[in-house]
């Protein structure tokens, strides 16, 4: 289910009023959120992942979902600056951790996944 349109404003005016550039999005299903997030300079890449200081990236474990709302994605330019990645959340973030400069690195993140193992993502 996509995020309530009030709740997904407010992220929108809290990643603007501290000019988020590097953010993190786990669970992202048709992709709704995610468009909030990327100012208009915003850019990644897969091979960015793990490595820039200057990033947007997405985990979901359905890419189904995600396709399904890549025409709106397209339709917004977007295509080229998100960076998706397919896999189950805990295994992408101990990758991530796996290089230390990304490490405390993030200006955000938006954990909309699975509920019981919230604990653990922190
Ligand atoms: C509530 S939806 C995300 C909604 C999205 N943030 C939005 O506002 O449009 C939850 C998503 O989490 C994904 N998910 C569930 N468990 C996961 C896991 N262990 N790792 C990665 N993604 C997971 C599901 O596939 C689903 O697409």
């Given at each position: ?42 850019k ?34 977007d ?7 397919q ?28 509920k ?7």
């Open positions: 289910m996509a995020t309530a349109p009030e709740a997904a404003q407010l992220i929108a005016l809290l990643l603007k009023l501290i000019n988020a550039k590097k953010t993190i999005e786990i669970g992202v299903f048709t992709g709704y959120s995610l468009l909030l997030k990327i100012p208009d300079d915003g990644a890449s897969a091979s960015q992942f793990y490595t820039t200081k200057f990033d947007y990236s997405y985990v979901d474990l359905d890419r189904d979902a995600y396709e399904m709302g890549f025409p709106v994605i397209k339709k917004a330019n295509e080229h600056k998100i960076n998706f990645i896999s189950p959340a805990l295994s992408a973030l101990d990758e991530l951790l796996n290089d230390h400069d990304n490490r405390g690195s993030f200006d955000f993140a938006f954990i909309d996944t699975d019981v193992s919230y604990q653990k993502y922190h």
